[in-house]
């Protein structure tokens, strides 16, 4: 049940925000060996200079960064994290998004902290 | 003082987006038994296919999704939790949407951790 | 590595909305010790509407509010954090912000939390 929150520049065109959305997923499925129908995304389409990001800080060389914000429930480790960063990276990278250009931010929550709607069991 | 983000399809009039943002806050006062003055909401209003949610995942059946993510004080046990996800779910069926549509996920800090304008006290 | 999102009236000018950007930063660098490099960010620019926040509770009065969302590592005691809020508030002042208006919540994770880009190294 992550919630992922995808922030890319309207620049990109609708198709291919959608093919980022798939790539994330089946990143996320593949490193947090995640249901691929536990899928609950939202994209938001900014100008592209209301992305902020500092081109070199920490390493690497940023252009045109995709944020993705991962809400998740409290139960991966540190080498499951960060199987899915890079699964996630590579994905994107398949639909032409740079690696440099992928950051990831986690937020953890608990089960309890989701309503999956009124038939929904909280997974 | 919880922030609370919704996100809807922009296919959604705009009354009836702020009719849902009264409704929540109803809901949140209801279940936390909190004020109704404390109210802190943003609505996002997106193009409806950027706003993915898998139609059956973990049960029920959803056709347009209204995310609703709440950022609020760690201070409330899991049957309070529920009490409010239900008092948003049925206060949002009053005004049509369908209980299965609403997606919540709750993220907790601390009371520190807010700063509600300078001669605003935390909570 | 802070994440910082910018919640703003789209009535405020393009040019203004960059301003305050540069002001929340400037704040988060002197009231955290953060580096200025140390940078990202996303403007949210929403119809005024769609930003609600009540008037007076808690105190102050508050008219066009500027919602802040900083998502960074658990490393900052309570003075810090308030060192910070004031710093940006301050600094948003001078690009006409009233203080009253300046809303900011923070939202906590861990170093293992962030993917800065393939290239990038945690904080």
Same mark, same amino acid.
């Given at each position: 049940m992550p919630l992922i929150t995808i922030e890319?520049?309207?620049?990109?065109?609708?198709?291919?925000?959608?093919?980022?959305?798939?790539?994330?997923n089946a990143g996320l499925a593949e490193?947090?060996?995640m249901d691929v129908e536990d899928r609950f995304q939202v994209i938001h389409a900014?100008?592209?200079?209301?992305?902020i990001a500092d081109p070199n800080y920490l390493g690497g060389e940023r252009r045109e960064v995709v944020f993705i914000r991962i809400l998740m %429930? #409290?139960?991966? +480790?540190?080498?499951?994290?960060?199987r899915?960063?890079?699964a996630v990276a590579r994905r994107l990278?398949?639909?032409? %998004? #740079?690696p440099? +250009?992928?950051f990831i931010a986690v937020n953890e929550n608990t089960l309890e902290d989701w309503y999956p709607g009124a038939r929904g069991k909280r997974g």
């Open positions: 890319v520049a309207d620049s990109v065109p609708v198709e291919k925000r959608l093919a980022y959305a798939d790539a994330i490193g947090l060996g900014l100008p592209a200079n209301h992305i %429930v #409290r139960m991966y +480790d540190n080498a499951t994290k960060n899915m960063y890079e990278e398949a639909e032409g %998004v #740079r440099d +250009d992928v």
